[in-house]
């Protein structure tokens, strides 16, 4: 039983299919990581291990960290720098084969730091779920100039497509800065018009919004609920995003 329980605002418990958190893993180690899913893991949904992180660990450790988190309850996955290396390099089924290997039930499939065209991306999708993945495909370039020349209307296709190729979730790329990309300006302040435009566009509960900063995470539990799905969130903030959800902070507090 949690303590003052009675004060706090519930939750729907997990399996959820909304309120989902998404949280980045840039190399915690297993000890580290097991300690903090034993307090919070029960406000984790899914579980990144960012980038290419997991070729510079010990295959033991990818695998144990693994099975930790989906003893939690929680969908690991692979970054999606990770599967453009792969198909870069040519070598997606290698990609997929280690990938089951491991125990990852989840991969993503993005094209932010290469140039992978729209049908092969699509493909790359289909292929992956055919594999027995569950896909979370993202939607944006990480570089700033390049990712300005994509227009609002090619990402909402780019993410209608991508769902309808498979993908289970929509990530919206913001980095792990969350400035200056995407939905986001040089500050970190949400562009509202064009979430309005892409929520009246793209099916609300398949979109998973990164909003790696405070305000931002604030900001869409203010606009869209404390079921908001949100992603990028640092290990340090899953407690403190769940009392934002819960309102259980001043930003929140009496608003949801």
């Not at 227009?151 to 497509?161: E, Y």
């Not at 969350?178 to 929520?199: P, R, Y």
């Not at 606009?223 to 929140?252: C, F, H, P, Q, W």
Request: a negative charge.
């Amino acid at each position: 039983m949690k303590s003052f329980e009675f004060l706090s605002k519930k939750r729907e418990e997990k399996p959820r299919t909304c309120g989902l958190t998404m949280v980045l893993d840039k190399g915690l180690g297993l000890e580290t990581a097991s300690s903090l899913m034993d307090i919070s893991g029960e406000y984790v949904d899914y579980l990144k291990f960012g980038w290419g992180t997991s070729i510079v660990h010990e295959q033991d450790i990818i695998r144990a960290k693994v099975e930790m988190y989906k003893s939690h309850h929680i969908t690991p996955y692979t970054g999606g720098t990770l599967f453009e290396l792969a198909y870069k390099k040519g070598m997606l089924n290698e990609f997929f084969d280690e990938a089951h290997e491991l125990g990852f039930p989840a991969i993503e499939i993005s094209d932010g730091s290469t140039t992978i065209s729209h049908d092969d991306k699509l493909e790359c999708i289909e292929l992956a779920c055919d594999d027995g993945f569950e896909v979370l495909s993202e939607v944006g370039k990480k570089d700033p100039v390049l990712d300005k020349e994509m227009s609002l209307d090619d990402r909402i296709k780019a993410m209608n497509d991508e769902l309808n190729a498979g993908s289970s979730l929509i990530i919206v790329e913001a980095r792990e800065g969350g400035k200056n990309i995407g939905i986001f300006d040089k500050s970190g302040k949400a562009n509202e018009d064009e979430i309005d435009t892409i929520l009246n566009n793209v099916d609300n509960e398949k979109i998973l919004w990164e909003a790696p900063n405070k305000d931002q995470q604030v900001f869409f539990i203010l606009k869209l609920g404390n079921e908001v799905n949100l992603g990028n969130i640092s290990s340090d903030d899953i407690t403190s995003l769940e009392t934002l959800r819960r309102g259980l902070r001043g930003d929140t507090l009496g608003k949801i």
